[in-house]
Each structure stands twice: as C-alpha cells, then as structure tokens.
C-alpha cells in the first residue's frame, strides 16, 4: 500500500536526479514500490544487480546506468541509493502533530478514549476499540488515505501511532510502544556527511498482532512495513523499515530486526537475537537467544550464535571452546616432553 497522490513523469524525474530516460519520458509515475510489487504508475529502485534477473517485463526501474533492458522502462542514475533521496522527498508529505481530537476523524460511539488522548484528521477507529491516556494518533494530510484501527483493538497508555498506521482487529499495543515512525536511514555523503533518507510508507500491522512495551514499528521507506495474523512481538524490540514479519511469528525481549529482513510463517526469535538487514528466514525457524543472522535460513532450520549456524553445531564449537584452556594446557606438557627427549636423544 501507498500514500502518495502526486504524480510526476520519467521526463521530471531524470531532471530531478540528473539521470537518463530510458523508454517514454512522458510515462507517469504516482508511487514507489520494490520492484517484486510493482504495479501501474509505480516506480522501483534497484541498486543490486543480482535481482535485474527476476524484475517482470514493463516494470518501470529506477537503477544504475546500463541496467534497463529493452522490455523495462524507467530512468538510470549514476548512484540510484543517493538519487532516491531527491525523489522521495518529492512525494514526502510528513504531517505536523496537532493535539486534541479532530472533527475530521471518525470513531465508533463504542470506542472508548482515555485522558488526554490525540487523534489526528484522517484517523478511522472502529467498534470497541480501548485507547489509553496520553495515546496520539497522528494526522493524515493525504486525501482518501488514513489511519485505521481496527475492532476490539486495546491500545495501552503513551502509545504512538504515526500517520497511516494500519492495524487490524484484536490487536494489543502495550503501553509506549510506537507504530510507523520513521525508518533508520542514511546516506553517507563526502561533502554533507549523513544524508537523511525520507521514509514516505506505512507500517502495518494485521489481526491479533501484540505490540509490547517499549517496542518499535518503523514505517517502510516505500511501501509498507509488514506484521502478519497473530505474531507477537515483546516488549524492547526494533522492527525496521520495509520488514516482513509472517503470522503466528514470536520476536522475544530485546530483538532487534534490521530494515527489509523477511521472517517467515511461525519463526520463533529468541530473546536478544537478531537479523541484518535483507536477510530471509524461513517458515518455523528458530534463533536461539543472542543469535545474529547475517545471511539467509533455510525453513525448519535452528540456528543460534553469531553469525547464526546450526545450533548443534554451534554447541558443539562452544564446548570446544570451553575445553581449551585444558587443550592449551596438554599442548604445553606435551611441548616440555618432545624438548626434553630431543635434549637426551642429542645427549646420547
């Protein structure tokens, strides 16, 4: 899903970046998507070459100099991670936070709304729906796009809900966790140092999802950060921008998950685990606890450790560890022994 309305030509766009039109420059473009998504009037940033293989005939690229092919269109850059940052900014429409309920938002005569509670225009909250005191709810300023939260949702005390939220029905958000602030991004500049990238998607959370205390959900860059039916997510975690969280998924205390990392159906992420960023882990794995994934896991696998392997092969490795010092130990013994029969063999 996305929250853009404005529109602008491959021809606008080239200009804006300093790039080059590759096919019809009058082509319209009103959102940005990964290019597995695209669909009409969308265009996809593309900075990895090995994925040019599986973008669809007609998607409509963003990318590198030399990588649009005959049946793509779209507009080549010379660094298409830093051009992204003019074009996002472009479609940026970041509301400012208003305090009070605005009579330009919808909410069930049986939701019930605590103490000094904000909620911003654009903002749909249906049947049955608790939010605590101190909860805000930010403001949508894009026409025919809102904030909506879904039945029977309990939303605790000093929770915030940034600008386009989707969340479903039934679901728990403990108290101070936030849902759709911005992404974690940056570009290194040699001039400008850090170049801040705008984070224009949404963050949504399906059915039955449970948010703990203290968490964060990151809005996607484009697009939309994702948390499927019924996963629960504890309290201190960090799900970052363009994540794809599958249903029934657990993610324990103090998790962290780096931005566009897909976790599959069912995966357990024990307590202080992790994954970077990009990473596939599949259906009904799990991470043991501390475990950092740096590359993709295969479905079914356990995996624990830093970088996570197979658990019973990091057991392993970590109760040979533990034997060393006994190992050094015999090491040196048996050093003494091979000197002191050399020295009688000379001797002799």
């Known amino acids: 899903m996305s929250t853009i309305t404005k529109s602008i030509t491959l021809g606008q766009i ?4 300093h790039g080059e039109v590759k096919g019809d420059p009058n082509i319209k473009v009103s959102c940005i998507c990964a290019p597995e998504k695209a669909g009409e009037n969308s265009i996809s940033p593309l900075w990895e070459k090995k994925f040019i293989s599986q973008v669809k005939e007609g998607t409509v690229l963003f990318t590198k100099r030399g990588w649009i092919g005959d049946s793509c269109a779209g507009v080549e850059v010379d660094d298409p991670r830093v051009a992204l940052i003019a074009l996002l900014s472009y479609f940026d429409d970041t509301p400012a936070r208003r305090a009070g309920i605005s009579d330009r938002a919808l909410i069930a ?25 101190g909860t805000v709810i930010m403001e949508n ?32 958000l403990h108290t101070n966790s ?8 940056f570009v290194p500049d040699p001039k400008a ?33 994702y948390i499927g039916p019924y ?54 794995c799990t991470v043991g606890g501390r475990g950092g994934v740096s590359s993709d896991i295969p479905a079914g ?16 490795q970590q109760a040979a560890v533990r034997q060393l010092p006994d190992f050094m130990r015999s090491v040196r013994e048996l050093a003494k022994k091979i000197e002191r029969l050399e020295r009688e063999h000379e001797d002799a």
Request: with cysteine; net charge negative.
């Open 14 to 17: 080239a200009e804006m970046t």
């Open 109 to 133: 005569g049986s939701a019930q709304l605590g103490d000094n509670v904000s909620v911003g225009a654009g903002t749909v909250i249906r049947d049955n729906v608790k939010i605590g005191d």
């Open 231 to 284: 996963a629960k997510i504890d309290s201190h975690v960090k799900i970052g921008h363009n994540c794809e969280i599958g249903a029934y998924t657990i993610v324990v205390a103090q998790s962290g998950i780096a931005g566009s990392t897909k976790i599959g159906r069912g995966v357990i992420m024990a307590a202080q685990s992790g994954a970077s960023n990009h990473a596939t882990i599949g259906d009904g």
């Open 301 to 316: 696998s356990v995996v624990s450790g830093f970088p996570a392997q197979d658990h019973k092969k990091e057991l392993r």
């Open 193 to 225: 140092g850090l170049i801040k990238i705008p984070q224009i998607g949404i963050a949504h959370l399906d059915d039955g999802v449970e948010i703990g205390a203290c968490s964060a959900v990151d809005r996607a860059t484009f697009g939309e950060t």
């Open 141 to 172: 300023v894009v026409i025919d796009e809102y904030t909506e939260i879904g039945s029977s949702c309990l939303i605790e005390p000093g929770t915030m809900i940034y600008h386009h939220t989707k969340i479903g029905s039934r679901c728990v």
């Open 178 to 185: 936030v849902i759709g602030c911005e992404g974690f991004g």
